[in-house]
């Protein structure tokens, strides 16, 4: 058939973008008859050109019957893909952890074999910027070329004592020091004050205005506070120890239920024993996290050859991760994903607040009772009506800051909600007497399970086979 006659049968539409074209039979008769190569022709004809479907314009010249009845999509065209999105590289990655101490064979650790910190100097470069690149273009079935998509542009975070070049393209040190990352991914170059041995009295409480490198064990009672990050190359016992960055902690915490360690960002330790965490993204642990109270927004992850969880409260936004969580003596332990551990604290303060203005406005609407009635009697005194006035004010306030709890209350438990990527991996067994929590549900583990990871469905906590 010639492209006249094919016109009287068929006809043709694109979708809106012209990535697709579809034929479709306006009739059919026993003198129909064609194949791939004429109906190719015809699409031509028509300035479908690109993304033919051979295939099935050879099937539809076998077999019309089969497509007289329905738009069979006969050219595909291709959209334009994303390039790839703009980014920040430093020079130093300071998320790596620095190489491991080398162990004795008496079990002992050598601290001189740790790596040493990689200290910037004054103008050196720390970090590049790197434009989005386009993607490929697209093409629609009628030849035309479709624009490439360019990817998202990403910006400096600049932080202290660094400087930018004209073009915005590089970060320079404008200090000798330490790069740290604090809150927001913002880049930084502190100043390191270095302890070469222990932080005890013969060093006192340290609150530095940059990075804090402590070659030696941090004693209970004092105190480490930094705008940077803080490296224990030691253990550190009872004492505090805060950063707006990052903390690592070679030799482990064993904080004997006193003092804390607080990291806007991350912690990382070899273990955690009897002691208060808190870190705004991650802690990462190497061996074990025993009796201890962690929180994390993001992840706790207990790798390592150990990786074991035991006793105490671990809480995490998004995951927990362990090898082993519990022991065979059913020791309480409690894992708790899902939530922010911050919204978890908030909530119950939120409650308490909820409990007190309901029981402060009780009071104020009995008096308010009592002094209605005097006034309907005509009994109202000065004193009496300048104290009704004041209870009147006092229940507006009451009345809008409970408003305003509850609706905070309601967006924190919508978040509990939220809990369907939130997770409890263990690689390697589960005792019974672990107690799990995902937002606002609750799994009492009675019989241990090997290689199991926790998760929400359909309103209620699930065992599904771990898989790492």
Do not use: W
């Amino acid at each position: 058939m010639d492209n006249l006659q094919l016109e009287s049968y068929l006809s043709i539409q694109t979708s809106a973008d012209k990535l697709s074209a579809f034929i479709t039979f306006s009739r059919i008769t026993d003198e129909f008859e064609c194949n791939g190569d004429e109906l190719e022709r015809f699409l031509r004809s028509k300035g479908i050109v690109y993304g033919l479907r051979t295939e099935v314009l050879n099937q539809i010249g076998t077999n019309p019957l089969t497509y007289c009845k329905e738009q069979t999509l006969i050219a595909q065209g291709e959209p334009p893909l994303p390039g790839k999105d703009g980014y920040v590289k430093l020079v130093h990655d300071v998320n790596k952890a620095n190489k491991a101490p080398a162990e004795l064979e008496d079990g002992k650790v050598d601290f001189k074999e740790v790596v040493q910190l990689k200290n910037v100097k004054r103008g050196q470069l720390i970090a590049e910027r790197f434009d989005p690149t386009p993607g490929p273009a697209g093409k629609t079935v009628t030849g035309e070329e479709i624009p490439s998509k360019t990817g998202k542009s990403v910006r400096f975070k600049v932080g202290k004592n660094v400087v930018l070049n004209d073009q915005q393209t590089a970060m320079y040190s404008a200090i000798d020091g330490l790069i740290s990352l604090t809150d927001k991914e913002k880049i930084n170059v502190f100043p390191v004050y270095e302890v070469n041995g222990d932080v005890d009295y013969s060093v006192g409480n340290i609150d530095f205005v940059g990075t804090v490198v402590i070659r030696g064990n941090v004693l209970s009672g004092f105190r480490i506070k930094a705008s940077g990050d803080i490296r224990v190359i030691g253990g550190v016992e009872g004492a505090e120890i805060e950063s707006e960055g990052s903390i690592e902690i070679t030799g482990g915490i064993l904080g004997g239920n006193k003092g804390f360690v607080k990291a806007a960002r991350n912690v990382r330790s070899s273990f955690i024993q009897d002691s208060n965490v808190i870190a705004g993204e991650e802690v990462l642990v190497s061996q074990s996290i025993m009796h201890s109270h962690v929180k994390a927004g993001k992840n706790v992850i207990c790798s390592g050859a150990k990786g074991l969880i035991v006793g105490g409260l671990v809480q995490a936004g998004d995951l927990v991760s362990a090898r082993t969580v519990g022991n065979s003596m059913s020791t309480a332990t409690i894992i708790e994903v899902g939530v922010n551990p911050e919204y978890r604290t908030e909530l119950l303060d939120l409650r308490t607040r909820g409990r007190q203005y309901f029981d402060n406005l009780d009071k104020t609407d009995k008096a308010l009772t009592i002094l209605d009635q005097l006034a309907a009697a005509g009994h109202l005194t000065p004193e009496k009506l300048a104290l009704r006035i004041k209870l009147t004010t006092s229940k507006r306030q009451i009345v809008m800051e409970n408003d305003a709890v509850k609706s905070r209350i309601l967006e924190i438990e919508r978040t509990l909600e939220d809990t369907e990527r939130s997770k409890v991996d263990v690689s390697n067994i589960v005792y019974g007497g672990t107690k799990i929590v995902i937002g606002r549900y609750t799994k009492f583990v009675k019989d241990s399970s090997q290689r199991v990871s926790f998760r929400y469905s359909d309103g209620d906590i699930v065992l599904v086979p771990y898989s790492s």
